[in-house]
């Protein structure tokens, strides 16, 4: 399971206590630009935003996780019983809250119901997108119910794009978010692999990955609908 | 790397795969295959296939015949058998001695040593090459199965179907395939792969060869990449487009030169020139291979470079979108060569000649080819072995490839191509028959 965020850095102490004692890993960060840099290659598992001491900070970084294509979810905030009015019209920012000082079993308690509200605590992980499917446990990938035969870095370039959609990728970015380090052929390893991703899709899917000229790849539709632009190379 | 391993197994489960294929190559570029139970899978992942290397042409020490082949798991495929409804994997691999240690007698490792060399110096080689090879009606007899020529399209074309179901294996298995046409001899064809990364593109081109001979034999017909089939027609080549990368950066670029070409290009082309006729024997390495290097049929013969013109050694294209296609094209390998070696001494010239900064000639001009061979030497422009034997001997006196190739390749690789010659040498062909008995 890929990490929590937490806010800020560092955390109060007791956060960190029950987060350690419930088993959940979890990374510090200080503002919106650190989350981005830290964040995992499958994305946080959610966010546990104290707003406690600086309340503004706090309600900055939910804005920022939510205000994405893919907005991270669950976040629940911890705040003092003086702050309640501050949530008042945030109500999109958050999942859920806790009164400070909380008790470790109710934070470890409201943790686990959002974990199961949002799925991540049942069954195998699917991440869909039109008729793909991608079974996150299994490593196995279909369209339409036809079973598509992968290599790891297409399995695992697949996955990124399909829990990613709408968004443009630089290749850098997809190497180091996808590749990692020990990648052997350069960035143009990435524009490889899109050709071959795009032949194994086939003609009616290969258009998911488009090339955004000059910048890198995008897969499915941008959200501010700019069709017809940017085609997929032939 | 677990999680590789991981995708791999599960995968193997999953999709109810019983066989995994294990595919080497050897010292020749044969494909080696053998097949393993997903039973035995985690085993080879994690210690390789133990086998009997004497067994392997250009493997064999008798002393140390033993060999592990290692699989790869960032290579694993799964293929579709006609009529299987499971599919079977394949993955190429590595061979190891049985203390662990990769074995020099692998070209897979030899390619993979020289593309470390190359990285050392921030580069990544990049490598697309343009398969040519024939249909014929069986393997005994070149039999074309049709008369058309260069880019020729007729209505009943048998060889464009074989071509097109040809392409679809290809890019459902992670083949791309650039362009395809009718090449200009009867029943030749040509298939461009896309560029990748020169070790991908070996492993590529090994798995091109299989799927065109599968293909082909599955409707009844011969696919050869022999590389002069039939005397009069044009032979099969494997131009080869080359380019370096820095980074995202096309190394062999240089917007402000006259020919848009860096003094990285420049020095690498110097160097393929220079080392020409040393790499031959591995670029071109059949007796019949030099049947191809003749003039007359747009094989290279002189060593020399040119933008434009085709029958040059070196061709340096325009490039087509921008920078990033800055490329060289080397157009002596035919299609049977052993991949992973000629990629290694391609690449080996080319950097030997950026790193001692070999100046690169000028450009040939069109008028090369009706020049006397007095004016060619006035002129300092060299030829490419006439001959296997030829080729051998500027092979065995170059530090370059004895270097790259490594000594066991280097020495089992003349002892073998000697034999291969004078087997030829002692053979009375055909043509003496016909041009001596009647007459002599």
Known sequence: MEPFLVFPDPPPPLLVQTLDLAGYSWKAVANASIAAQLEPPDGWSGAVVSAEGDAEGAFVICRALRRRDVPVQPVLVLVAGNQLGDLELREDLFDDFCLTPFHPKELEARLRLLAWRAGRATGPEVVEYGDLVINLETYQAAVGGRPLDLTYMEHELLKFFATHPGKVFTRETLLSRVWGYEYYGGARTVDVHVRRLRAKLGDDHAGWIQTVRSVGYRFGQSRWGVGGVNRPEG | ?440
């Open chain 2, 1 to 440: 790397m677990e999680r590789q391993l991981e995708y791999v197994l599960r995968t193997v489960e999953e999709r109810n795969v019983r066989f995994v294929r294990l595919w080497f190559t050897d010292v020749q570029g044969m494909l080696k295959s053998f097949a393993i139970t997903p039973a035995e899978l985690e085993d080879a992942l994690d210690s390789g296939m133990e086998f009997d290397g004497s067994c392997i042409d250009g493997f064999s020490r008798i002393q140390e015949s033993d060999m592990m082949a290692r699989p790869d798991p960032g290579t694993f495929e799964l293929v579709h058998v006609p009529g299987e409804e499971a599919p079977v994997a394949r993955m190429f691999c590595d061979i190891y001695t049985p203390s662990g240690e990769p074995f020099d007698g692998d070209p897979r490792y030899v390619l993979k040593r020289t593309l470390e060399k190359a990285r050392e110096r921030g580069f990544t080689f990049y490598v697309s090459p343009e398969m040519e090879y024939f249909y014929f009606r069986s393997a005994s007899e070149p039999i074309p199965l049709d008369q058309a020529s260069y880019f020729d399209l007729t209505p009943s074309d048998e060889a464009s179907e074989l071509r097109k179901q040809t392409i679809l294996a290809l890019e459902s298995m992670g083949i791309p395939v650039q362009y395809s046409h009718h090449e200009i001899a009867p029943s030749q064809q040509e298939i461009d792969l896309r560029y990748t990364d020169a070790l991908t593109m070996a492993d590529n081109v090994m798995a091109f060869r299989m799927v065109v001979k599968e293909v082909a034999q599955s409707r009844g017909v011969y696919a050869t990449f022999m590389p002069k089939p039939v005397a009069g027609w044009n032979g099969s080549a494997m131009h080869t487009h080359l380019s370096l990368f820095e980074g995202d950066v096309n190394a062999f670029h240089d917007a402000g030169d006259e020919y848009g070409l860096s003094t990285v290009a420049k020095g690498f082309i110097a160097g393929l020139l220079h080392h020409a006729k040393e790499i031959t024997a591995v670029t071109n390495q059949w007796v019949n291979s030099y049947k191809r290097l003749i003039p007359g049929f747009e094989a290279p013969v002189y060593i020399c470079w040119a933008r434009n013109n085709r029958s040059a050694l070196v061709r340096v294209p325009i490039p087509r979108r921008g920078e990033s296609g800055s490329r060289v094209e080397y157009r002596a390998p035919d299609p049977a060569c052993n991949p992973y070696l000629a990629f290694s001494l391609m690449l080996a010239a080319g950097l030997r000649g950026i790193e001692k900064g070999y100046e690169l000639p000028p450009e040939a001009t069109n008028n090369i080819y009706e020049m006397t061979p007095e004016e060619r030497m006035a002129e300092g422009i060299d030829s490419l072995p006439n001959s296997l034997s030829e080729a051998l001997d500027a092979m065995e006196h170059s530090d370059l490839v004895a270097e790259v190739l490594g000594e066991h390749v280097f020495d089992y690789f003349l002892r073998n191509k000697r034999l291969e010659w004078a087997d030829y040498k002692s053979y009375v062909t055909p043509f003496e028959v016909n041009r001596y008995l009647g007459t002599l």
